[in-house]
């Protein structure tokens, strides 16, 4: 028998008791005040009308693909290659810059992950691949904010969302590094909601007698957690109307692009989005398409074999525009997207998530037990009345950090920051030893601080500098 010592716990009870979800307090007995405390107030935030209606929507649903309706390629803005595109590209350029003087600019990373699948005990962001100099992933996105802010001579603020898990961790990191010579009045932390999943039969899930197992809510809750923190408020008090939004583990990411400010802000846009080609019809990649004439981001195992292998007459791919989560996003969007409530939709997915048995021990299962529930940032662009899409080189601006080994790994990664850097070495007249592959034959890696670009490298570079398997080149 629960007696709860105030009417505010026995109201969490009854709501508990309500959702049918009070299976949460089969250990009550056991625990102790301050696990009892900690168990009601997770309880207490828990949106119960939210996860009958996620489990309700689950159970209704069936299986096949989500594309419901006539699907078409989206229009794409190409990498330049033609004089005339050449010219566009350094028109819109200018109509980027300027929004960068006028101080219009702000930078948001998604960055609530940890570094568990990389065997790193931390946040993701923390992890260290220069090629070099072994600079963690949010060392290197602020040396790229700093160079950026120098050149255009305005501060621009830097936002980033952590999570439950990493929050505190990601703020002492950065304290302990003296913000890596960002001033700290411009960087804003925010933290991403949680959400529980469910087992089997609909239940939430325990992972310790007092605590019930909850997951970042995805990355289209940053839209909310922008809303939610004050950091749009923020924005708006310092005159932002765009932001830069990146995902914290692409070690290539152009942060600062005033050429997708440009097209962005020329077509009025409300949400944009950098694209890569995709290499085959089997990459596993969400591709930009339209359905029923509206913007959208279809995932690989939502799209028809036909429509994953379908040619245009030039033998490209139809649907070859690769999602890698770069976006421009402007703050009134994000205000009309979350000031009536948040309207993402949620996505399931069955997954492998730890439990504790009836003898309270922790079980990590080896098949997938229950369901997780997340938002996707880029369902967004349903809502968007102007959109633009830019493709970029995978080469140059796509490399992400995710997996131990193999592909998207800490190898590949150093491997494309000292191919891309051996690049400008080489356009500067340095002799590149290269492997086999293709590879550079040993570590490249060139501060933005001493060049955010290569033409700004090639004014700079002392091409008499020998390539010797190692080398670096820091701020002047």
């Not at 900690?38 to 309880?43: A, E, I």
């Not at 048995?357 to 349903?382: Q, R």
Request: proline share 5%.
């Amino acid at each position: 028998m629960i007696t709860p010592d105030n009417p505010e716990d026995r109201s969490i009870i009854d709501r508990v008791t309500q959702a049918g979800q009070e299976h949460v307090f089969r250990y009550w007995d056991e625990l102790s005040g301050a696990s009892r405390r900690r168990l009601l107030d997770q309880l207490k935030d828990i949106d119960f009308d939210l996860m009958r209606k996620l489990w309700k929507a689950h159970s209704s649903s069936s299986e096949g693909t989500a594309v419901e309706g006539i699907l078409e390629p989206v229009e794409v803005i190409p990498v330049p290659r033609t004089s005339e595109q050449k010219n566009e590209a350094e028109e819109v350029r200018r109509i980027g810059q300027q929004a960068l003087r006028d101080g219009r600019v702000a930078v948001f990373v998604v960055a609530g992950g940890q570094g568990t699948r990389l065997g790193f005990d931390g946040p993701k962001g923390c992890f260290p691949v220069g090629p070099v100099t072994d600079k963690s992933l949010f060392e290197m996105h602020a040396d790229k904010i700093r160079a950026a802010s120098l050149e255009y001579g305005v501060p621009i603020p830097w936002y980033i969302m952590t999570s439950e898990t990493n929050d505190e961790a990601t703020r002492e990191f950065f304290t302990r590094h003296d913000f890596f010579g960002v001033d700290p009045f411009d960087v804003f932390f925010l933290k991403q909601k949680m959400i529980p999943a469910l087992d089997e039969q609909g239940k939430l899930i325990l992972d310790q007698k007092d605590h019930v197992f909850v997951n970042p809510n995805g990355h289209g809750g940053s839209l909310l957690a922008l809303h939610e923190s004050g950091a749009l408020d923020d924005m708006t008090r310092r005159g932002i109307t765009v932001v830069s939004y990146f995902q914290v583990d692409n070690v290539l990411i152009r942060i600062i692009d005033p050429v997708f400010l440009g097209y962005h802000i020329q077509a009025q846009a409300e949400m944009s989005s950098k694209v890569v080609t995709k290499r085959d019809p089997g990459e596993k990649v969400g591709v930009f398409g339209k359905v029923n004439g509206k913007m959208k981001v279809i995932e690989y195992s939502d799209m028809w074999e036909e429509d994953k292998k379908a040619k245009n007459p030039d033998g490209s791919l139809r649907y070859g525009a690769g999602n890698v989560a770069i976006h421009l996003i402007d703050v009134a969007f994000v205000d009309r997207e979350v000031r009536g409530g948040f309207k993402l939709p949620y996505h399931t997915a069955h997954k492998q998530i730890p439990y504790i048995d009836e003898n309270g021990t922790l079980i990590h299962p080896d098949t997938p037990n229950g369901y997780k529930f997340e938002t996707f940032v880029f369902d967004a662009l349903n809502d968007t009345t102007r959109s633009v899409v830019m493709e970029v080189v995978r080469e140059e601006e796509f490399s992400p950090v995710k997996n131990r080994t193999g592909e998207d790994s800490e190898s590949t990664a150093r491997r494309d920051l000292s191919n891309y850097y051996g690049r400008w070495l080489e356009a500067a007249g340095v002799d590149v030893p290269r492997l086999e592959t293709g590879d550079v034959d040993g570590a490249v890696e060139i501060s933005p601080l001493f060049a955010g670009d290569r033409e700004t490298f090639l004014r700079k570079a002392n091409c008499e500098i020998a390539f010797e398997k190692v080398f670096y080149l820091g701020p002047e």
